[in-house]
Every structure is written in C-alpha cells, then in structure tokens.
C-alpha cells in the first residue's frame, strides 16, 4: 500500500504542475475486486468518467503472506482483466513482484522482465518463459514496463510522467521530490512511446506482434497480412491510427534495441546492427544519426553503463 499511496502522490504533484503549465491533467484510480468478481473503482480523482485507464499499474505485494497471487491460477482473475485492458491499448506496468501478475496474462512470454532480486528464481519456476533481468532497475519494452526493487516505483513513475506529460514536467516533479532523473535518463534504453490509444484492432494487433518480433525480417505486406488487409488499406490505417508509417515505426522499434545494445554491451556497432536485423552497418548508422541525433559511438560515450554494470 506505500507503493500504491506514494505513486499516487508522485503523480499527482506531477498533474499539478502539467496543469501549471496549460497541459493535461492525469486521471488517477485505483481498483479492486469486488465479491462478485468484477474489478471495479475503489478511488478515482475525476469520478463519473467510466473511460477505462491508458496505463495500468501491477503493484508489488507481500509474497511471503498466503494467499499471495503468484501463480497463473490464482493470478487468472486479475490477469485476464489486464490482458483485456492491453488488447484495448493500454500500456501495463508492474513494480517488484507485480511483475507475476503481468506474467500470468501471457504477455510477458518471450520478453525481458525485471522484479525484486529476491523472488526471481521464484518468477523462473512459476514463468519459466519470461527472460528475467535483475540486474536493471526498470526494464521498458514499448507498451510493458516492470520496475523490480522496494523503491523502484519512484523510477517507474518518472518513466510514467516522462511518457505521458513530458521530460520537463518530469523534471520539475522530480525536483519537488528530490529524485535524482540523470541516473534514471542514462538507463532509458527505448525513447519511442507508440500510441496505443487509438481504438484500431487490427492495427493494435500489428503493433504487439512488431513489438514482440522487431528485429525479424518483415516487410510492409507481412504486417498487411498480419492485419488481414490489403496492403493500401493498411499503410492507410497505420498511419492514421500511429501518426507514423509502418515502415518508420519500425525504425523506431530496430533503434530502441540498439539503444540498449549500445548502452548495456560492448558489441562492435556493426554487431549491434546485425543483432536489431540491418546487415548494412553504414546504413544502420545513418539513420541511428538521424532518428538520435547521434551517431552509435558518440551516443554509446556519453550513455553508456559503468564497464562494471556492462555484460559482454
């Protein structure tokens, strides 16, 4: 309940001062099952709008006080209701052992996840799928993010506040909470926020099936076809419902990764274009150039992890 409570409060602040500024104010609920099974509003700071939520938040909870909710079956209630919230476009987020109730809806599956160092060989055994990570504080993967650590859920917020109101809200909020953002900047490995609002099924399910496969090899007709349209209805739909092109959006997905590979490994950059699915180096960095604003080896000195953090 800390984390639930302190979160709430981080945003908040955060609201505040985007309100200050002529933006957006956030929405804030929180939710819990009922007797008859239904997950419903417990707390909301704009009551009366029955919009369900953009993001959805899995708090940690006390794995050593049964009945904890760790494993898929126990988990089912609360994991097929987020799994419905992620197929309508929300974004999913889990802090310390959250991360088992995001494992139980699948969508983990195949994906790096983080959690609380003490409960990952736990998370191994009950999700021997999930690619568990415990060396990061945040793992963020496009429309998934999990936080591991006690406090973990203040770095969670300021990648939140970042997505959602922008870096210089995120700045002044964590200024009024005295977090330090530079360490937490140099660990954002995938800048690009897609949008997943936009109401579009068909085009959604493009989008988690690029998310989980980026760096295949994959044409404009293969995502067509994954969308079942023709492929000038799908440039068509894509592009309105994303802002962007399928082809630039999964630019943007290649470069996320390369972001990490560059920050996080001491692989050659040619290696780094190979591993994010360019063969030709000299073209992956051209447009590493222009999507960054840096070149792979400018952007690898000034963001690169402490040689004792970096694993070849």
């Known amino acids: 309940m800390a984390m639930v409570h302190g979160l709430t409060d981080l945003l908040q602040v955060a609201s505040r001062f985007s309100i200050a500024r002529g933006g957006q104010p956030l929405r804030i609920t929180h939710w819990r099952m009922d007797r008859d099974g239904a997950i419903v509003r417990c707390h909301d700071t704009h009551p009366g709008d029955e919009r369900l939520p953009d ?27 987020l799994a419905e919230r992620h197929s309508s476009g929300a974004t999913l987020a889990s802090t310390g052992c959250g991360v088992f109730m995001l494992a139980a809806t699948g969508l983990l599956s195949g994906r790096t996840a983080t959690t609380h160092w003490l409960h990952a060989d736990r998370l191994r055994a009950n999700f021997p799928d999930v690619k568990i990570d415990v060396s990061k504080v945040v793992i963020e993967d496009g429309e998934i993010l999990t936080a591991g650590g006690m406090m973990a859920w203040t770095d969670l917020g300021m990648r939140l506040i970042d ?32 949008r997943l609002t936009h109401g579009d099924e068909a085009i959604l399910r493009v989008q988690h099936w690029l998310q989980a496969n ?73 447009l590493f150039q222009r999507l960054v604003g840096l070149s792979p080896i400018e952007y690898r000195r ?11």
């Open 163 to 194: 997505r959602l109101l922008g870096p210089t809200v995120m700045l002044e909020a964590a200024q009024f909470w005295l977090i330090d953002p530079a360490g937490r900047e140099q660990r954002h490995y995938s800048i690009f926020a897609p």
């Open 214 to 286: 980026p760096t295949d090899p994959v044409t404009v007709s293969d995502m067509a076809r994954q969308a079942v349209m023709e492929k000038r209805t799908f440039l068509r739909r894509f592009k309105a419902a994303t802002a962007i092109t399928p082809t630039g959006y999964l630019q943007q997905l290649r470069i996320g990764k390369a972001r990490e590979l560059l920050q996080f490994t001491r692989r050659p950059v040619v290696e780094v274009a190979w591993a994010v699915g360019y063969s030709d180096a000299a073209s992956f960095s051209r």
């Open 302 to 312: 000034r963001f690169e992890a402490s040689r004792d953090a970096v694993a070849a």
């Open 55 to 81: 993001v959805v938040i899995a708090p940690a909870f006390a794995l050593d006080q049964p009945p904890g909710p760790v494993d898929a079956s126990e988990a089912a209630p609360f994991a097929a209701w």
